[in-house]
């Protein structure tokens, strides 16, 4: 069989699941074209002429299979290439840009979301990582549209879409889980942007500190020109709590969530969450909002429920009493034997005995 994989917009996430799928699937030819994560505006909307002109002969050959990320304009790239409407298209969604938390400095634009909705349109499957990525899309779909002259709406194919789409996280190579790490080390790994909350995370601590519970913090994750503020005044406040702070080489990235016992998100975004994954996977015992995609993966054990006050009730409890804790969760689920089989049957691949 021979596949084209589509990515316009390769984020890390989206290179694990690409690195992934072809890992999973080495009898399948696989050409990959993928564009690098920036000038999203320009990524998401130009990405089939920029292939078109860039990767002509690619684009030229027969596919039996065609697997595209939702950032891809998957409708348009058809158009121009005919040839492509004729193997069996799969569109995976990371995200949705219905669901994307706009900041006070952004003003939503109709464009991505029409590429999501176009390429979802131009799929014979769909995709999604999680429950309430697709309700979110659909929700999202059906709002948008409300809007539009004329109130254009084809809820008749979102039921349908909203039926017989497959929920495939992204999944984890294969690796042993280690047993849980203890100690009173909180690790935050997540993009240093709006959308993650670090205002949450940080008020918390602040809040641990007041009532002098012993703990220690590990803040990283990737970082861009534009960060919260936040971040540089909490660098100063926490003081000799910090063990590390800012984004790590991948071995040292490893080795201090090896030696962290909690990993906590108080993200207002997320549709799987592959960062916190990683770090149970390597000990760390998971505390998650109550909300977004976090009930798909999580028993309550391991959410809490409301704000930064939640937040540090239960970090102070699972600080001051260790025994307390829950049992890890099983990261085994999460990983690509679990779920190989489930992918091959969406791509149309034979099934392992």
Known sequence: MKALL????????????????????????????????????????????IWQVTQEAALAQTYDLVVATSMVDL??????????????????????????????????????MMVNLYAALAADSVVFNSRYNRDS??????????????????ATWLDGLAERAQLLPVPLPTMAQRPAN?????????RWEYDKNPE??????????????AFEVAVMGQQFRNRPAI????????????????EQPSDVYARMLESSAIVVSTTDHEFQGLAIMEAVTRGCLPLVPDRL???????????YRGDS???????GQWLRHPEQRPALPDARAWQWPHWRDAYAAVLGLGVSA
């Open 200 to 213: 949450a995370f940080f008020a918390a601590l602040a809040r641990l500190m007041e009532e002098e519970v």
């Open 231 to 246: 971040f540089d005044q909490a660098r100063d406040w926490l003081g000799e709590r910090v063990v590390c702070w800012g």
């Open 182 to 190: 203890g100690g009173h080390r909180i690790v935050w790994n997540h």
């Open 309 to 315: 006050e939640a937040l540090a009730m239960r970090l």
């Open 137 to 154: 899309f659909c929700d999202g779909v059906r709002a948008f549209l409300a809007r539009m002259p004329g109130r254009v709406c084809p």
């Open 6 to 49: 589509l990515s316009a917009y390769a984020a890390v996430s989206h290179r694990v699941w690409a690195d992934g799928l072809m890992n999973a699937f080495p009898e399948v030819e696989w050409t990959r074209l993928e564009l690098p994560p920036r000038h999203f505006a320009w990524s998401i909307r130009a990405n089939p002429l």
């Open 75 to 112: 409708a348009t790239l058809v158009g121009l290439c005919p040839a492509l409407g004729r193997a069996h298209k799969v569109v995976y969604f990371h995200e949705n840009q219905f669901a994307f938390p706009a900041s006070a400095h952004q003003t939503p634009r109709p464009e991505p």
């Open 293 to 303: 995609c976090f009930p798909d993966y999580y028993g309550d054990a391991y959410r």
